[in-house]
């Protein structure tokens, strides 16, 4: 698929419907993939929400040292900001 909108105007009716289907093709592609990416993330924290009710449960630290530490980096402004991502729409 190509970067750059077409013009209109040169589009016959059979174009423009081959354009609109084309387009609401790789919409519901994409669409799909979104909700299998939304999936993982649902199952990857229900995995990570059970660790820390398990650790919790057995009396074990909920942080660590590490954590801790970078956590205070963070706070003190120590740390770098990730880079902002220019393809977010």
Request: charged share 35%; net charge negative.
């Amino acid at each position: 698929m190509e970067d750059t909108f077409p013009d209109l105007g040169s589009l016959g009716d059979k174009e423009l419907k081959d354009l609109i289907d084309t387009l609401t093709e790789e919409e519901n592609e994409i669409s799909y993939k979104r909700r299998v990416l939304h999936g993982k993330i649902d199952i990857l924290r229900a995995e990570l929400v059970n660790r820390l009710r398990q650790k919790r449960e057995h009396g074990d630290s909920l942080f660590s040292g590490s954590d801790v530490e970078q956590l205070s980096e963070i706070l003190a402004g120590k740390t770098q900001s990730p880079p902002e991502d220019d393809t977010a729409a």
